[in-house]
């Protein structure tokens, strides 16, 4: 019987590590992380528990990335989710050794020229919070329940394009996901392919 | 209706003189595109088929219509006149494209992208038509470059027979030729087992075509993890793909749809069909197979790499305890006979190295004969037979006998080789590459485990191949003497030293002997082993009368040489132990070590236990080497005690199905091979290498069961 316990305990413990390695889907927990932003502070995820958490992957030299920034429409999503409480997570996970590497100095630069107004801005150079969450492509967005709990995950959008003007035309899928939640609703779209560059991990 | 149709259609086209019928290659960032109709003419009412070549730069690629992890499809917009209408892209079999731990479906190179256009009935002949079409791509290498181009051009239209493009034509028929297909002569079923995907193929027919790849395409993304390596594992009627599946794929509705490709093929000329399937998630069906290995890490070894191992381990093989008294001491004494004289010297060297060629040939040739008749058999086999192994220790005996002095045989083993002498002596240098691969057979070296296992999963052409390479790096350091007549001066002349070599050489082979005789002793019991060494003495008794009275007067002689004779028979007599194994002896398990079976692992990995898997043979001197050093080292029995490491040893050193099925799981046909399966995982083994260290052994236990 005592064997059986630790068995079970031990194949549970296995399920859950490996899980933790692999991509996340919605429903489960969003694993822990703790990263240093580009003003030094640390952030870690379970400080804004309670809250609605937007990660979104990012890397500025990723043409799907410059779609939805130089059309204004993540700035302008950014703004109007941190208004109403929500924080806003940009990830970068592209490797030093890669040459769209943007250290912590450059990229206030480029969040400053853009615009971009997230909560905070954190750097991933060893790819591990990426690889934990499942991040492929810039962008990848993920939004977190005040619970810790994965609400979407998935494309910004329904209309995996290079183009600004599908914008217009297409369904935000981050959107809809959060104000189905604020309005305490089913997220209707759960996940979504992530379209966009590949993240540039350190391999 | 219809004349208002016509006019209109005239109407647009009347204007245009007929021009260029396709558009000009456009130049874009790393890729160049045109678009071509497959005929320089429209014929009314037939369809037309316009392809959008792009030519990727090299390490460059463009996606499927599934990209993967990241990227996105190439996506044609037609403006055709009214009538007319665009079917969707006909995409051809896509490749896997890694991205450091990311995974795309797309293509390198130069793909053709086939779209059918219908052309409606009534158009008129000697109008021209325009086409007109935008084509946008995402190109990546590490980074990505969104291009687009919009092509126009003017179709003649014409009732004479169309003549097809001629450029192009032959490579878009090829391309259309290889287009997936549905799946015929195959049953396929998937379903969810654990967390993997798993894709049954099932063969309608009595023979099983063979296939070593098979990698899967999902269509749409969420289905399975694309990264991680897709795992072929042979079953009874076909084949079985594991796929890691995607975390959200417990959320997907519907059914399965897909391209399954495979090496060489699913049939004749088909490399690729449509799969749709409904995923069950068979729990039943999961228990009954949990426990398989999964199959081999070197089925992504590539043949270069399979053959350079091989060539690798043939080298090394020359160092072997038992292969480097014989052989360098035939190859000293041709290569004194013809030194001075290169001519003479490089056809020795060929004849050993064909000696060499040959017999590894005929080894391989019987290998693949008895598997193909479903033999589970695998490399080593030889020595899973008690005859086999009695044979060895008395010719390894006669060889050692012959250079401690006991007797002289012409100036070697010619006198045995007798009738096989041709009118020179080339032949002896074959014969003596014949003698390097039998007394080689033995020794299991690094590499060589690898290098084979790809081989036996290979057609039997590329596992000849792997054999051939394998054999051509025995020979290798002795043609490379014979070519090089440079080296050989750097040899003494033959004199005393080249005795006392002999002799000390002979020391070696000694121990061979006592090797093998304890091998038998592990398969056929301590009888058989008594009734070799006797048989061993009446033979050495035949060789020194042989040697004494080689020299006395006729009578004497022949006298001598009878009796010696009924000896050396009495000898050969006795040393046979027959086929029947002893099976208590072979067991090699005491102590931790407990004996392995399939049941036994798959209890050990259901408590959630490590598992380190010994597979091992008595006649396998690597595997007793690291078993001696290493695996019973008190530092590793105190590490897998700490542990809880189970610990089983796959006894190999008798012929035994259930062994080589789970090496052939592995990816490997020879042992030793060592498993570590980590605590919890249903996964694959870890599989360590060949020559064990203890550093390595302690890494595999911390990674397979943490410290708590």
């Not at chain 1, 990012?58 to 993540?74: A, D």
């Not at chain 2, 032959?170 to 799946?183: F, H, V």
Request: aromatic share 8%; hydrophobic share 50%.
């Amino acid at each position: 019987m005592n064997k059986l316990v630790v068995a079970s305990l031990a194949v549970s413990m296995a399920v859950l590590v490996s899980a933790a390695q692999a991509a996340v889907a919605p429903g489960q927990a969003a694993p822990e992380f703790s990263l240093v932003d580009i003003n030094g502070k640390v952030q870690k995820l379970s400080d804004y528990r309670g809250k609605y958490v937007v990660l979104e992957w990012f890397n500025s030299e990723c043409p799907f990335v410059q779609k939805h920034y130089e059309s204004g429409n993540m700035q302008a999503l950014q703004a109007r989710y941190t208004q109403k409480g929500v924080v806003w997570l940009g990830i970068n996970s592209t490797s030093p050794r890669h040459s769209n590497y943007r250290d912590p100095a450059r990229s206030q630069a480029i969040l400053k020229e853009w615009k971009s107004a997230p909560t905070a801005f954190v750097l991933d150079p060893d790819g591990k919070v990426g690889k934990q969450y499942g991040a492929r492509t810039t962008p990848h967005m993920y939004v977190i329940d005040p619970k810790g709990t994965l609400v979407y995950v998935g494309g910004i959008d329904d209309k995996p394009s290079i183009s600004q003007r599908d914008i217009a035309t297409a369904k935000n899928l981050v959107a809809a996901a959060l104000d189905e939640s604020l309005s305490g609703k089913p997220v209707g779209t759960p996940s979504a392919m992530p379209y966009g560059c590949s993240v540039k991990y350190d391999n | 209706m219809r004349w208002f149709v016509l006019c209109f259609i005239l109407l647009i086209t009347a204007p245009v003189s007929i021009s260029p019928v396709a558009a000009a290659p456009v130049q874009r960032p790393h890729i160049e595109a045109e678009l071509i109709p497959e005929k320089t003419s429209l014929h009314p009412g037939e369809p037309v088929i316009v392809a959008l070549r792009l030519q990727m730069e090299k390490r460059w690629h463009t996606y499927w219509k599934n990209p993967g992890d990241s990227g996105l499809p190439t996506r044609i917009t037609w403006t055709l006149p009214q009538g007319f209408s665009a079917g969707p892209i006909q995409w051809p079999a896509p490749r896997r494209i890694n991205v450091g731990p990311l995974t795309n479906f797309g293509y390198e190179g130069e793909i053709f992208l086939l779209t059918d256009i219908q052309v409606p009935a009534g158009l008129a002949a000697g109008t021209a038509v325009p086409i007109t079409a935008k084509a946008d791509w995402l190109v990546c290498e590490e980074i990505c470059i969104p291009g687009d181009a919009t092509f126009s051009f003017m179709l003649p239209v014409s009732n004479e027979p169309a003549a097809a493009d001629p450029k192009w034509a032959k490579a878009i028929e090829r391309t259309r030729g290889q287009l997936p297909r549905p799946l015929e002569g195959w049953n396929l079923d998937a379903y969810l087992r654990g967390d993997d995907l798993v894709l049954r193929l099932s063969s309608g027919q009595a023979r099983v075509v063979r296939i070593h790849n098979l990698t899967f395409f999902p269509d749409q993304d969420g289905w399975i993890e694309n990264a991680s390596p897709q795992r072929m594992i042979r079953t009874a009627g076909g084949y079985e793909l594991r796929v890691a599946s995607a975390a959200a794929i417990r959320s997907k509705s519907g059914r399965l749809t897909g391209l399954i490709v495979a090496e060489p093929g699913l049939a004749q000329g088909v490399a690729a069909a449509v799969v749709e399937v409904p995923v069950e998630s068979a729990s039943a069906l999961a228990d009954e197979i949990l426990e398989q290995p999964a199959l081999s890490p070197f089925a992504d070894l590539g043949l270069l790499a399979a053959l350079g191992l091989a060539f690798l381990g043939g080298v090394i093989l020359n160092l072997m305890p038992c292969v480097f008294p014989v052989v360098s001491i035939k190859v000293l004494s041709f290569v004194e006979q013809a030194r001075g004289n290169p001519a003479r010297l490089r056809a020795h060297g060929l004849a050993f190295a064909a000696g060499v060629l040959v017999s590894f040939w005929v080894v391989a040739g019987i290998l693949l004969a008895l598997r193909a008749q479903g033999a589970a058999l695998g490399w080593g086999y030889q020595l899973q037979s008690p005859p086999v192994v009695a044979a060895l220790a008395l010719l390894f005996f006669v060889l050692a006998l012959n250079l401690s002095g006991l007797f002289q045989v012409g100036t070697s083993l010619q006198s045995l080789a007798g009738k096989l002498r041709l009118r020179n002596d080339y032949a002896d240098s074959a014969l003596s590459g014949l003698l390097a691969t039998l007394v080689a057979t033995p020794c299991t070296v690094p590499f060589m485990g690898a290098a084979l296992g790809f081989a036996l999963t290979q057609p039997a052409i590329v596992a000849m191949l792997v054999f051939s390479a394998l054999a051509l790096g025995m020979s290798g350091p002795y043609l490379l003497l014979c070519f090089w007549p440079a080296l050989i001066r750097r040899i003494p002349r033959p004199g005393r030293w080249m005795e006392t070599l002999k002799q000390v050489l002979a020391f070696p082979l000694y121990l061979t002997v006592v090797w093998l005789a304890w091998v038998l002793g592990r398969q056929a019991g301590v009888d058989a082993v008594a009734r070799l060494l006797t048989g061993l003495t009446l033979v050495a008794a035949a060789l020194w009368m042989i040697g004494r009275w080689r020299a006395s007067t006729e009578t004497g002689k022949r006298a001598a040489m009878i009796v010696a004779l009924m000896l050396a028979v009495a000898g050969c007599v006795f040393a046979w132990p027959g086929n029947k194994t002893a099976e208590a002896v072979a067991e090699e398990v005491s102590g931790p070590w407990k004996r392995w079976s399939p049941d036994a692992l798959a209890s050990a990995r259901a408590e959630g236990r490590a598992v380190f898997v010994d597979f091992t043979a008595a006649w396998c001197v690597t595997c007793q080497v690291n078993k001696r050093l290493v695996l019973e080292s008190d530092a590793l029995q105190a590490r897998f005690e700490e542990r809880n490491v189970v610990r089983l040893r796959a006894d190999w050193t008798n012929q035994d199905a259930q062994i080589t099925a789970a090496l052939r799981d592995l990816g490997r046909i020879g042992v030793p091979v060592y498993a570590v399966y980590a605590a919890g995982s249903k996964g694959a083994p870890t599989l360590l290498p060949e020559l064990l260290t203890q550093q390595r052994v302690l890494r595999a236990i911390d990674e397979a069961a943490p410290p708590s």
